[in-house]
C-alpha cells in the first residue's frame, strides 16, 4: 500500500510538471482571446485557470453545459464481461443571475439534469440503457464545492475518506428494475487536464470551448446485479468531467469520442469534431497519455480517422460507424500508430427520448494493424441522427 | 313413422310459435319492446354506474400507465419535503416517485346571474412536467410533451417557456378540437378564487395503451399550480411508479414493506396504499347510490316481466285450439310445455337484445345524470359516455332469459295441461289455474305480514360505512306480491257493489258482471297494476317528502345574509379554496355584524370517510339553526373559550360510526390523534358522508391550515346584501357571493333537477301497467269471442261492447288503484323511514302529494279506460273462429 502511496504522489508530481509544461511550451490559449461570458451571460472557460479540488470536482452552474461521465469495463467472477456507461449532464435554462420567477427549491427551474445509463453483456452483445430526465431539485442536483451529482436513484460522489492517499468515487446506476450496479472507482493514475492552458478548444468560436478533466483510468470495483442474481465485479473506468457553455462552433455538427485503454498502461483520448459536410474541423485532438499521466495532443493533421464499415439504426433512421480505423503520430515517437477500434455490440445506440440528443456510446475491442488486441476502448458518436448544434 | 322429439319441437316452433309471432307482428314487437324497456332500463343504469366508477380511475393513470403504490398524509396534504426523504429511504431502488397536487377550476361566469353548476367543472393536474418523461409509459412521448411546448426547436430548451412561465398549460387533443384552442390560445379559469388566464402550451400526449384524455383535464407544471392553488410546498400525494419487469410486484411489496417499517405506528406520517385501493374506496363512495340505482332499474325489469308473463299467457289462450289439434294429434304436453318454454326463453333473448341496443343509447344519456350526481356528491370525474360492457351486457341477457323463461312456466304448464276435449267444447272463459295462488288472500296477506316483521331488521352495513337496506327492500317486494295477490278479493268485492246499484244499462251491467267472478287473469291485471302504481305513488311520496324536509331545511339553514365560495367551487368534490388574503379582506368589512369561515376536511375514521368540518359554532346555531335530534345539554359547545373538546355531529355521522351524544370520537391529525365528545346531533341534508363540526380555532390549531372553503356573513342593521354582494363581486371576482334568498332557490331547483329522473321511472311504470292491462283484456275478450258474437247477434253494436270492455277496464284499474295507492303509503313510509334512513341517514318529513296521486289515478283511470275500449272495439269484430 506504501509503494502504491509513493508512486501515486510522484505520478501526481509529474501530472503537475506536464501541465506546466503544456501551459508554457504550447499555449494557444490566450487568455485576452476569450471573452468572460457568453452573449446571454455564461461563463466561457478561461486559461489559466487555477482548478482547486475537491471543489471543481464539484459542479459549476456560471456555465451553461456540464457533465461528469464514466465508461468501463467489468470483470465478474463467473467470467461474464460487461461495459458500462454513467453520464450525469447538466443543462442551464437560464443565466447566472437571470430573475427566477420560482420561488421552490424542490421544483428549480434554473437547471435540468439528464442522466444516461448503459449496460453492454460483452458476451451476448444485449445492450440496455435508461435516460433519466428531472429538473434541479429534490430529485436531481449537484453540489458546487464537491463531486456529488445525483439524477433520480443514480449517484455519482466523491467519497469522503481516501483509501491508499487515494481519492474514491461512488456510482450507483440502474437500468429498469432487473439491471443495477454499485461501483467503487478509484484513480490509478493522477488526473489529467485536457487543452491548452486548461481549455479544450473544439471549434474556432471561443466560446465552443471547455474545461476537461479526466481520470484516465480508475481500478473498479463493487456489485452487478442482474434479474436479481448478484455479481462481484472488478474492472477499470475513464472519468470524464467537462464544462462549458457551448460545445460546437460554427459549421459542425458533432463529434466522434473514443477513449482508449491501452494494455501497456497508456492512454488515448481522440475527438473528430465533425463538420456538416463530413470533414474534419481543425480543432479535433488526439491526446496521448502516457504511463505517467502526461499529455500530449496532436491535431488533426498527424492523425487520420477511417470509418470501415457503418451501422444502421432502425430506431433513429440513422447510419453510425461500426468499424473505425485511427492512425495517430506517437508525439514521443514520431512513429504512426494503427488502432482499430470494433463495438463488443453494434446496437449500443442511445436513443435520446428524453433529452431528445441521441447518439451512440459504445464498449469496444481495440486492435493493432496486427490483429493483435492492445486494448479496450468506448466510443461516442454524435451528430448521426440529427445536428447537435444549438443543443450542445 | 314417430317423429323425434328435436324435429316435433322444430315443427312447433316454425308452425305453431312462429307463425303467430309473424301473423301479429304489432303484438309481437309490443311484447318485445315491454321487455326491451324493462332490460334496457337495467343495462343503461349498470352501464352508467359502472362508467361513473371508471371515471375515478386516477387521472394520473393516462400519465403512469399505473402506478405500483400512492402514498398519501394519513390527513390533509403533504409537505413536499417527504420527497427527498423519501428517495433516500428507498436508496438505489428504481422508483419513479411522482408528486400529485389536483385541483379544481372553472371558467369565469358568462353572465352575473348564470346558474349554479351550468359551468364546466376542469380537473387540475399538477405534475413535475420535465420528469414525466422518466416514465416508462412516457418514454416515447418525452417529444409530445415539450416538442410542441414554446417555440424553439431545442427540445431542452423548450422546457424553459413551460417552466417559467406559471401560467402554462397543457390540454387534451379532445378539448382543444371542442373548443378551437391551439397552442397559444388563452383558457380563462377561476382557481381558488383566483381568476386566471392561463396559456396553452401543448397538448397531452396519448398513450395509446391509456383512454385518450378527457376534455376536462388540464394539467400543468407542479409547482405553478402550487402557487395558483396557495399550496406552495403542498402535494396531495405521492405515486410510486417501477418499471416493467417480471419481477415488479415482488420488488414493489418489498419496497412497500420499507415504507411501512419507516412510518412510525403511534402517529402515521403518511399511508400506503395502491390504485386499486383508491379507486376501491371511491367504489364504496358511491355503492350505496349505485346498488339504489340497480334495485330501482331492476324494479323496470321485474315491470316488464309482468307483462311478459300476460303476455305469453295471452298467446296460450289464442293458441288453445290449435294445441288441442296438437294434443289430439300425440304431441306430448311435454313437448308442448318445452316448445313454450323456448318460446318465452326466445322472447327474452331477443326482447334482451333490443333492450342491450337501448340500454346503451339510454345509458348515454344516463351517464351524464350519474356522472353530474356523483361528481356534486362525491368525486369529480369526466365520465361523457358509457362504454358498452359484454359482462354487463351477459348479466342482462341471462338475467332477462331466465326470468322470461320464468314468466314463461306458468302459461306454458297452462298450456301443456289444457284437455283437448275442454277446447273442443268451446266453453269460453276458462278457469285460470294461477288463479287459484292469485286468490289467496291468505297468501297474500301472510306476505304483507312478513314485509312488516322484517322492517324491524337493521341494514347490511358494508365496508367502508355505506348501508344497503336489504330487508327494507325485500319487505318492498313482499308488499307489492303481497297486496297485489290480496288485489283481486277487492275486484269482486267491486263488481258486487256494482251490481248491487242495479244500474240499468246493458253496457254496465255486462261489464261489472264479470267481475263478480274475477278470472285469474283479471286478478293478474290488478297485481300488476298494484306493482306499478305502488311504485309510482310510492316515489312520489318519496320524493314530495324529500322536497318538503328540504325547503324546511333550506329556509332554516340560510338564514345569514350572504355567503361566498370560490366562484370555482360548483360542487362538493371541488377543491377550490379561498385565501386566508382574500377571506381575511372580506371578513374585514365594516358592514359585518359577524362572519363564519368554514374550512373542511375529508378524514378517515377507520376505514370509513367523512367531512371534518371547522366552523364558528355559535354562529351555525344563531344562523343555520339546527334542528336537534339530540340537543346539546348546555351552551358549552356554542362557547369557543369551551368547546376545545367538544364537537357536534350531523345524523348521517351518527347513523354511519353508530355513535351518540356523550359519545367520544378519535380524530386524526397531523400530530395524532385528538379526541372530541359529540355534544349533540343535528339533521343535515347536505352530505351522507356525515359531518363533524369543531370549532374553527381548532381546527386551524390542528391542521395549520388557513384556507377557507367557504364564509357566510351576517350584516350589520341597515346594511344591503346586494349593495355589499355587488362591492365584494367587484373586489374579488374570483369569489361567488349569493344572498341567502337567491341560493335558496338555487338549491331547491338542484334539488329538484336530481330528482327529474324519479319522473321519468314514474312515467314508464304507469304506461307499463296500462300496457299489461289492455294485454290482459285482449286475453280477456279473446276467450269471450263467442260470446261477443252472440251478443252482437242479440243486438249490441261494436261501440257498446267498447264501452263496456273500457268500463271493465276502468273498474279493474280501479281495484289496482285502491290497492296501489294503499301500498304507495306503506311503500313510502318505507322509503322514508326505512330504505332512506338506513342508506343516507336522513330523517324526512312526510308528505303526502295529493294532487299528483289524484293525477295519477286519473290517468291510470283514463287509461284503462281507454285501452279497454280500444281492445273492447278490436274484439267486437272477431270471428268466433277466426285466428288472431
Known amino acids: ?392 | 313413422m314417430v317423429a323425434s322429439n328435436n324435429t316435433v319441437l322444430r315443427i312447433l316452433w316454425s308452425r305453431f310459435a312462429w307463425r303467430h309471432w309473424r301473423l301479429s307482428p304489432v303484438s309481437s314487437l309490443l311484447l318485445l319492446m315491454i321487455l326491451a324497456v324493462g332490460v334496457a332500463a337495467f343495462f343503461s343504469i349498470r352501464l352508467a354506474n359502472r362508467a361513473a366508477v371508471a371515471s375515478f380511475q386516477n387521472f394520473t393513470d393516462l400519465i403512469t400507465s399505473q402506478s405500483d403504490g400512492l402514498l398519501a398524509a394519513p390527513v390533509g396534504d403533504l409537505s413536499e419535503n417527504i420527497l427527498p426523504e423519501l428517495r433516500q429511504l428507498l436508496g438505489d431502488e428504481p422508483v419513479n416517485l411522482v408528486p400529485v397536487l389536483e385541483s379544481t377550476a372553472v371558467p369565469p361566469r358568462r353572465e352575473e346571474n348564470e346558474a349554479l353548476l351550468s359551468r364546466p367543472t376542469f380537473q387540475l393536474l399538477g405534475l413535475d412536467l420535465p420528469a414525466l418523461v422518466n416514465l416508462g409509459s412516457q418514454q416515447d412521448n418525452g417529444k409530445g410533451w415539450f416538442g410542441s411546448a414554446g417555440s424553439t426547436n431545442d427540445s431542452e430548451k423548450g422546457f424553459s417557456p413551460v417552466l417559467r412561465n406559471q401560467l402554462s398549460v397543457f390540454i387534451s387533443d379532445t378539448l382543444a378540437k371542442r373548443d378551437q384552442l391551439k397552442i397559444g390560445s388563452p383558457l380563462s379559469l377561476i382557481i381558488n378564487e383566483h381568476p386566471v388566464t392561463l396559456r396553452v402550451v401543448g397538448i397531452i400526449p396519448n398513450d395509446p395503451k391509456q383512454p385518450a384524455a378527457p376534455a376536462n383535464l388540464l394539467i400543468m407544471d407542479l409547482p405553478a399550480l402550487q402557487q395558483l392553488t396557495d399550496k406552495a410546498g403542498r402535494l396531495d400525494r405521492v405515486e410510486l411508479v417501477l418499471e416493467e419487469s417480471p419481477r415488479r410486484a415482488e420488488r414493489w411489496a418489498a419496497m412497500k414493506k420499507k415504507l411501512e417499517a419507516a412510518n412510525p405506528p403511534n402517529a402515521p406520517r403518511w399511508l400506503v396504499s395502491s390504485p386499486a385501493d383508491r379507486r376501491e374506496s371511491a367504489s364504496m363512495m358511491t355503492q350505496a347510490f349505485r346498488l339504489n340505482l340497480t334495485l330501482l332499474s331492476m324494479l323496470a325489469l321485474l315491470v316488464g316481466l309482468y307483462l311478459v308473463f300476460q303476455g305469453l299467457d295471452g298467446a296460450v289462450v289464442r293458441r288453445r285450439n290449435e294445441i288441442a289439434v296438437l294434443r289430439s294429434l300425440g304431441v306430448t304436453s311435454r313437448q308442448i310445455q318445452t316448445a313454450w318454454l323456448v318460446e318465452a326463453a326466445a322472447i327474452g333473448l331477443v326482447g334482451c337484445l333490443l333492450g342491450l341496443g337501448l340500454g346503451w343509447l339510454g345509458a348515454q344519456a344516463a351517464v351524464k345524470m350519474v356522472g353530474k350526481t356523483v361528481n356534486a356528491l362525491y368525486y369529480a370525474n369526466s365520465v361523457d359516455s358509457a362504454a358498452f360492457n359484454f359482462g354487463e351486457a351477459a348479466v342482462a341477457l341471462i338475467l332477462a332469459v331466465i326470468a322470461s323463461t320464468l314468466a314463461g312456466w306458468r302459461p306454458a304448464q297452462i298450456a301443456a295441461n289444457t284437455p283437448p276435449a275442454q277446447v273442443a267444447s268451446r266453453a269460453g272463459t276458462t278457469n285460470y289455474p294461477g288463479g287459484k295462488l292469485l286468490s289467496s288472500a291468505s297468501l297474500g296477506l301472510a306476505l304483507i305480514v312478513v314485509g312488516i316483521v322484517l322492517t324491524w331488521l337493521p341494514p347490511l352495513r358494508l365496508a367502508g360505512g355505506a348501508r344497503l337496506p336489504v330487508a327494507a327492500y325485500v319487505t318492498a317486494l313482499c308488499w307489492i306480491f303481497g297486496a297485489g295477490i290480496f288485489a283481486g278479493n277487492t275486484l269482486a268485492g267491486i263488481g258486487k257493489f256494482f251490481h248491487a246499484l242495479k244500474i240499468n244499462s246493458l253496457t254496465l251491467r255486462l261489464a261489472g258482471s264479470h267481475l263478480r267472478a274475477p278470472s285469474g287473469r283479471h286478478r293478474l291485471a290488478v297485481a300488476g297494476l298494484v306493482c306499478a302504481v305502488g311504485m309510482t305513488a310510492g316515489m312520489a311520496i318519496l320524493v314530495g317528502s324529500f322536497d318538503k324536509t328540504m325547503r324546511g331545511w333550506i329556509d332554516r339553514t340560510f338564514q345569514a345574509d350572504l355567503y361566498i365560495s370560490s366562484d370555482g367551487a360548483q360542487t362538493a368534490s371541488s377543491s377550490s379554496r379561498i385565501s386566508p388574503a382574500t377571506w381575511k379582506a372580506v371578513v374585514a368589512n365594516p358592514a359585518l355584524k359577524e362572519a363564519n369561515v368554514i374550512q373542511f376536511l375529508e378524514i378517515k375514521l377507520g376505514d370509513t370517510t367523512t367531512l371534518l368540518v371547522g366552523n364558528h359554532l355559535a354562529f351555525f346555531r344563531d344562523y343555520a339553526k339546527p334542528a336537534w335530534l339530540s340537543t346539546p345539554l348546555n351552551d358549552d359547545i356554542f362557547n369557543p373559550n369551551r368547546n376545545a373538546k367538544l364537537a357536534l355531529v350531523s345524523e348521517a355521522f351518527a347513523e354511519r360510526f353508530r355513535v351518540q351524544r356523550g359519545d367520544e370520537i378519535k380524530i386524526p391529525t397531523p400530530d395524532g390523534f385528538r379526541a372530541v365528545t359529540i355534544a349533540g346531533i343535528f339533521s343535515d341534508y347536505g352530505n351522507e358522508r356525515g359531518s363533524l363540526l369543531i370549532e374553527s380555532q381548532q381546527f386551524k390549531n390542528w391542521f395549520s391550515d388557513e384556507l377557507a372553503a367557504s364564509l357566510i356573513l351576517a350584516l350589520k342593521p341597515g346594511y344591503d346584501p346586494e349593495t355589499l354582494r355587488a362591492e365584494i363581486r367587484t373586489a374579488h371576482p374570483g369569489l361567488g357571493v349569493f344572498t341567502s334568498s337567491y341560493l335558496r332557490g338555487e338549491a331547491l331547483r338542484i334539488f329538484r333537477q336530481t330528482f327529474a329522473v324519479t319522473y321519468a321511472l314514474e312515467l314508464i311504470g304507469i304506461i307499463v301497467a296500462v300496457i299489461g292491462l289492455a294485454f290482459t283484456m285482449a286475453s280477456l275478450l279473446w276467450e269471450r269471442r263467442t260470446d261477443l258474437n252472440t251478443l252482437r247477434a242479440l243486438g249490441l253494436r261494436r261501440n257498446e261492447l267498447a264501452t263496456a270492455a273500457a268500463l271493465e277496464g276502468a273498474l279493474t284499474a280501479t281495484a289496482g288503484l285502491l290497492l296501489g295507492i294503499a301500498v304507495s303509503f306503506a311503500l313510502g313510509w318505507l322509503l322514508i323511514y326505512r330504505i332512506n334512513k338506513q342508506t343516507f341517514g336522513w330523517t324526512l318529513q312526510t308528505d303526502w302529494p295529493w294532487l299528483q296521486l289524484s293525477a295519477l289515478s286519473l290517468l291510470v283511470l283514463a287509461s284503462a279506460s281507454s285501452a279497454g275500449w280500444f281492445v273492447g272495439r278490436w274484439a267486437a269484430q272477431l270471428p268466433a273462429e277466426r285466428e288472431e
Not at chain 1, 420560482?102 to 458476451?123: C, E, P, R
Request: proline share 4%.
Open chain 1, 1 to 392: 500500500m506504501k509503494i502504491l502511496e509513493n508512486n501515486f504522489n510522484k505520478q501526481n508530481f509529474r501530472c503537475v510538471c506536464a501541465l506546466l509544461f503544456s501551459m508554457v511550451f504550447f499555449s494557444r490559449a490566450d487568455a485576452a482571446e476569450f471573452p468572460a461570458s457568453t452573449a446571454d451571460g455564461y461563463a466561457i472557460p478561461q486559461p489559466g485557470k487555477q482548478f482547486s479540488f475537491p471543489r471543481d470536482h464539484g459542479s459549476h452552474p456560471d456555465f451553461a453545459i456540464e457533465w461528469w461521465y464514466i465508461t468501463g469495463h467489468l470483470f465478474a467472477t463467473n467470467d461474464a464481461q460487461f461495459g458500462f456507461q454513467a453520464t450525469f449532464f447538466r443543462r442551464a435554462l437560464m443565466p447566472p443571475g437571470a430573475t427566477n420567477s420560482s420561488a421552490s427549491t424542490a421544483f428549480g427551474n434554473d437547471q435540468i439534469y439528464l442522466a444516461h445509463v448503459a449496460l453492454v453483456d460483452k458476451t451476448t452483445g444485449k445492450f440496455i440503457y435508461q435516460e433519466k430526465l428531472n429538473r434541479a431539485g429534490w430529485d436531481a442536483a449537484s453540489a458546487t464545492n464537491t463531486l456529488d451529482v445525483r439524477n433520480g436513484n443514480w449517484s455519482l460522489r466523491l467519497a469522503p475518506e481516501k483509501i491508499g492517499g487515494r481519492e474514491r468515487f461512488e456510482l450507483h446506476g440502474t437500468v429498469g428494475l432487473d439491471a443495477a450496479f454499485v461501483l467503487n472507482l478509484s484513480p490509478k493514475k493522477p488526473m489529467v487536464i485536457f487543452g491548452t492552458n486548461g481549455v479544450s478548444r473544439k471549434a474556432a468560436d471561443v466560446n465552443a470551448a471547455s474545461h476537461y478533466l479526466t481520470y484516465p483510468r480508475l481500478a473498479t470495483d463493487g456489485t452487478l446485479t442482474l434479474a436479481g442474481k448478484k455479481l462481484a465485479v472488478t474492472g477499470e473506468a475513464w472519468m470524464d468531467h467537462e464544462f462549458s457553455s457551448s460545445q460546437l462552433g460554427a459549421g459542425q455538427v458533432g463529434w466522434d469520442w473514443l477513449s482508449v485503454q491501452l494494455f501497456d498502461g497508456r492512454e488515448l483520448m481522440a475527438y473528430r469534431m465533425r463538420r456538416t459536410d463530413g470533414a474534419t474541423d481543425p480543432f479535433s485532438t488526439v491526446a496521448w497519455v502516457d504511463a505517467q499521466s502526461v499529455v500530449r495532443q496532436i491535431g488533426p493533421d498527424k492523425f487520420d480517422w477511417k470509418m470501415l464499415e457503418h451501422w444502421h439504426s432502425a430506431k433513429s433512421n440513422s447510419d453510425y460507424p461500426s468499424l473505425v480505423e485511427l492512425t495517430a503520430e506517437n508525439p514521443v515517437t514520431g512513429k504512426k500508430e494503427h488502432f482499430i477500434v470494433r463495438p463488443f455490440a453494434a446496437d449500443q445506440e442511445l436513443v435520446g427520448q428524453a433529452g431528445g440528443v441521441g447518439y451512440w456510446e459504445g464498449a469496444c475491442h481495440v486492435w493493432d494493424e496486427s490483429q493483435k488486441e492492445i486494448g479496450r476502448a468506448y466510443l461516442e458518436l454524435t451528430g448521426y441522427s440529427e445536428s447537435l448544434k444549438g443543443k450542445l
